[in-house]
């Protein structure tokens, strides 16, 4: 299975704090995607990320969330000013040539 | 929207039993692709199998297999001879041909009593 990473595996912040997470996707693939699962709900799509622009993004992904690709291998998910309902984890994903998406570990956001 | 609905929040059966977690999905379209996805304590999502609609022949994984009925858009995962480790939650996702979202089910927790 494809591999994907993502850091740090556990983050707590204080509400208001930015946060930002990161990703590296299976190698030389230009779409990226992640998702969030608050604890004990289902999965949820926030954004896909194609060639260094937002392709699709859900009515979660508002104006506090962002999406780069500071370099050529990482993404990143920033969360601008935390709220106690963004504690989740957050996956990213990265598809195969057959567009399977493969999930990373996850970061478990705490927001006290 | 699509929608995925997963009836069965738990589901248990005995260890080397087989067992199967029912979706059922709400679409207009006719192109799309279906996932399972097991998700252990780790909450690492682990793709399980993955069926296309356009193919009529079940996919199948070693002890992993569906029954997809395309009509009655059901995709339901057969687990046999069950095994310890397939102890997770269970995710049914939806994925249209011409989107990039995955849409997920609420998920169905199984347990594997030895």
């Known amino acids: 299975e494809p591999e994907v990473t993502q850091t740090p595996s556990h983050q707590v912040t204080q509400m208001g704090q930015e946060v930002i997470l990161r990703c590296v996707p299976i190698s030389n693939h230009l779409y990226f995607y992640w998702y969030r699962q608050i604890l004990g709900q289902k999965v949820e799509f926030l954004v896909s990320f194609y060639n260094n622009e937002i392709s699709e993004k859900s009515e979660i992904f508002d104006d506090q969330f962002s999406v780069e690709r500071p370099d050529g291998s990482n993404f990143t998910l920033k969360i601008r000013s935390t709220k106690l309902e963004d504690s989740a984890m957050y996956f990213c994903?990265?598809?195969?040539?057959?567009?399977?998406?493969?999930f990373g570990p996850g970061t478990r956001l705490l927001v006290l | 929207a699509q929608t995925v609905t997963q009836s069965q929040p738990e589901m248990s059966v005995q260890e080397a039993e087989t067992v199967t977690l029912s979706c059922t999905y709400d679409t207009s379209e006719s192109d799309y692709y279906l996932f399972w996805y097991k998700q252990p304590p780790s909450r690492q999502m682990i793709l399980v199998i993955r069926q296309e609609a356009y193919k009529q022949q079940n996919a199948t994984e070693n002890r992993f297999s569906v029954n997809f009925q395309k009509a009655a858009k059901s995709f339901s995962l057969k687990i046999s001879d069950s095994q310890l480790g397939d102890a997770a939650m269970y995710f049914c996702a939806y994925r249209s041909a011409g989107a990039q979202k995955l849409v997920f089910g609420q998920g169905t927790r199984l347990t594997i009593n030895p």
């Open positions: 994903a990265s598809p195969d040539t057959l567009r399977t998406q493969y």
